[in-house]
């Protein structure tokens, strides 16, 4: 067994993350002794310790740390794990996330948040599956509260549950009294028009959860191109 990690007794262990322009730099003392350094091209803090982790693995299979490290810095990341869309408009990051556990939606909202450097954090959220956001629906809602404005979807189920439709108004609760501003829209189009009032220069725009709301990172665009009413 090989360990990871930040403790003095981890095999392999994380010396530093620095902040880099699209992800970070990471060095890590190797259980040989030696010192190990690559870039993670995601920004965030899971993407650097998923990074340690493989070198890890690598390093109990044989390979050798150079090898190791040139592989990890030519890895351009997983589609829609923080992955930053091209063609920023008005000086608003469109980052798209893949997040539907609350721990994973609070991830990477940190994340976001470090991203935006000053900036205000915004979250357009299509929570899916109805028996998850039954169970987990509060939790959700405290998570999204990472983020300063929320734009909540209906919920999207590929399947009609045996139970009945679910609702947002019990994500909608928590988030508001977590402290961040809910917007309730209808569908994509009100969405992006809300999202695209909402932001300003230096802010993050995070699309985020398994469903349609992938696709909502070009329809934001075009809002952006074009006169909106302020948010209210």
Same mark, same amino acid.
């Given at each position: 067994?090989?360990?990871?990690?930040?403790?003095?007794?981890?095999?392999?262990?994380?010396?530093?993350? #620095?902040?880099?322009? /699209?992800?970070?730099?990471?060095?890590? &003392?190797?259980?040989?002794?030696?010192?190990?350094?690559?870039?993670?091209?995601?920004?965030?803090?899971?993407?650097?310790?998923?990074?340690?982790?493989?070198?890890?693995?690598?390093?109990?299979?044989?390979?050798?740390?150079?090898?190791? %490290?040139?592989?990890?810095?030519?890895? %351009?990341?997983?589609?829609?794990?923080?992955?930053?869309?091209?063609?920023?408009?008005? $000086?608003?990051? #469109?980052?798209?996330?893949?997040?539907?556990?609350?721990?994973?939606?609070?991830?990477?909202?940190?994340?976001?948040?470090? &991203?935006?450097?000053?900036?205000?954090?915004?979250?357009?959220?299509?929570?899916?599956?109805?028996?998850?956001?039954?169970? +987990?629906?509060?939790?959700?809602?405290?998570? &999204?509260?990472?983020?300063?404005?929320?734009?909540?979807?209906?919920?999207?189920?590929?399947?009609?549950?045996?139970?009945?439709?679910?609702? #947002?108004?019990?994500?909608?609760?928590?988030?508001?009294?977590?402290? /961040?501003?809910?917007?309730?829209?209808?569908? +994509?189009?009100?969405?992006?028009?809300?999202?695209?009032?909402?932001?300003?220069? $230096?802010?993050?725009?995070?699309?985020?959860?398994?469903?349609?709301?992938? $696709?909502?990172?070009? &329809?934001?665009?075009?809002?952006?191109?074009?006169?909106?009413?302020?948010?209210?």
């Amino acid at each position: 067994m090989v360990t990871y990690g930040e403790s003095t007794g981890a095999d392999v262990r994380l010396l530093s993350a #620095v902040p880099a322009a /699209a992800g970070s730099t990471v060095t890590v &003392l190797d259980l040989g002794g030696a010192r190990a350094s690559w870039t993670v091209r995601t920004p965030g803090r899971p993407a650097v310790l998923a990074s340690v982790a493989a070198y890890a693995a690598g390093r109990a299979l044989g390979e050798a740390p150079e090898a190791l %490290a040139v592989g990890l810095s030519g890895f %351009a990341g997983v589609h829609r794990r923080m992955q930053t869309l091209p063609g920023a408009r008005d $000086g608003v990051r #469109v980052v798209d996330s893949f997040a539907h556990h609350p721990t994973a939606i609070r991830a990477d909202l940190t994340t976001a948040r470090e &991203l935006a450097a000053g900036g205000r954090v915004i979250v357009a959220f299509e929570p899916c599956g109805v028996p998850r956001v039954r169970v +987990l629906g509060t939790r959700m809602g405290a998570a &999204l509260a990472a983020a300063d404005e929320v734009v909540l979807l209906p919920v999207r189920d590929a399947f009609a549950p045996a139970a009945g439709p679910v609702g #947002v108004d019990g994500i909608a609760r928590a988030t508001v009294a977590a402290g /961040a501003r809910v917007h309730q829209v209808a569908g +994509l189009a009100e969405a992006a028009a809300v999202v695209a009032a909402a932001a300003g220069p $230096g802010d993050v725009v995070v699309t985020m959860e398994t469903g349609e709301v992938a $696709g909502l990172a070009t &329809l934001i665009g075009q809002a952006l191109d074009r006169p909106v009413a302020a948010v209210v």
